[in-house]
């Protein structure tokens, strides 16, 4: 089994920072690329930021130049430090990882979400 589990949301004031730590754990036999994105409510969920396994990353126009995502080959985990934060920022923040587990399986595993809220 794979679980990936995300921490880090919270109540943060506009211009204000936040990091989200994302960690998969389980049988993994590879990780490939991982990458956040976030639902506010009605409204589809998308694409925030991801990571391949070789570093190379990719953003949403919107969050370009305040958000950076990182990784940890070595702990499994992603995560991204958000900075300049706005109220359009607030949503439900997931994680996703695409993994061949040890049986040798590949799908997307996907987070609980954590959320971030943008307020003052």
């Known amino acids: 089994q794979v679980q990936v589990g995300e921490s880090g949301g919270g109540l943060v004031q506009p211009g204000g920072s936040l990091r989200l730590s994302c960690a998969a754990s389980?049988?993994?036999?590879?990780?490939?690329?991982m990458g956040w994105y976030r639902q506010a409510p009605g409204k589809q969920r998308e694409l925030v930021a991801g990571?391949?396994?070789?570093?190379?990353?990719d953003y949403a126009d919107s969050v370009k130049g305040r958000f950076t995502i990182s990784r940890d080959n070595v702990k499994n985990t992603v995560y991204l430090q958000m900075n300049s934060l706005k109220p359009e920022d607030t949503a439900v923040y997931y994680c996703?990882?695409?993994?061949?587990?040890?049986?040798?399986?590949?799908?997307?595993?996907w987070g609980q979400g954590t959320q971030v809220t943008v307020s003052s």
């Open positions: 990571i391949t396994n070789i570093g190379t990353t």
């Open positions: 996703n990882a695409r993994i061949t587990t040890t049986s040798l399986s590949t799908a997307d595993y």
């Open positions: 389980g049988s993994i036999f590879r990780l490939y690329t």
